[in-house]
């Protein structure tokens, strides 16, 4: 599901377990005891507010560039550098029983996954190297272009569907 649908429910569910939830808040720093061990947080608020709050357990589900991770000075075990950029939008109008479709070449693969609404995110992906300097509507161009050499089919439903979204890019990070 989208962000936008996936969220929501998220935060009912953490509601309805119990859990604080505020929004407009980032982190500012960690609360650790005199041995290192960390037991709380510091977060920003509204208006530049701070405030503390303690916990038994602090976990950094903060994504790949976690600053929780950053500020407790964790290491990595293994770190592997990214072999895929991709570009994906989310698409109406497709055919109904489009369902989930992967097609993969050497160099690129492309597919379409159902979300919610009606919508589909189709995507391309390919070497990072490929995407680099495409913006505005290269970026448009360089998606249509792996669509259609990963999978003409594909990118011809398209042709009868609305882009529902901005085009999104990305390259992994290491």
């Known amino acids: 599901?989208?962000?936008t649908v996936l969220d929501p429910i998220l935060v009912e569910a953490a509601?309805?377990?119990g859990a604080t939830v505020r929004f407009q808040t980032g982190l500012k720093e960690l609360v650790r005891r005199a041995d290192g061990r960390v037991v709380g947080v510091v977060l920003k608020g509204p208006m530049d507010s701070t405030y503390t709050v303690g916990a038994g357990l602090v976990i950094g589900a903060d994504g790949t560039g976690s600053s929780v991770?950053?500020?407790a000075g964790a290491g990595f075990d293994l770190r592997c550098a990214n072999a895929t950029?991709?570009?994906y939008g989310y698409w109406s109008g497709l055919?109904?029983?489009a369902g989930y479709h992967w097609h993969y070449r050497p160099g690129s693969s492309v597919g379409a996954?159902?979300?919610t609404d009606g919508r589909t995110c189709v995507f391309a992906a390919m070497p990072p190297a490929r995407l680099r300097g495409a913006g505005g509507p290269a970026l448009a161009r360089l998606y249509h272009a792996v669509l259609g050499e990963c999978?003409?089919?594909?990118a011809a439903t398209l042709d009868g569907a609305t882009l529902e979204s901005r085009l999104v890019a990305?390259?992994?990070r290491p």
């Not at 999978?151 to 594909?154: E, I, P």
Request: aromatic share 4%; hydrophobic share 55%.
């Open 1 to 3: 599901p989208r962000r």
């Open 170 to 172: 990305f390259a992994g």
């Open 85 to 87: 950029a991709v570009i």
């Open 95 to 97: 055919p109904a029983d």
């Open 69 to 71: 991770a950053r500020l």
């Open 15 to 17: 509601q309805a377990a």
């Open 151 to 154: 999978a003409a089919d594909l």
């Open 113 to 115: 996954i159902p979300t």
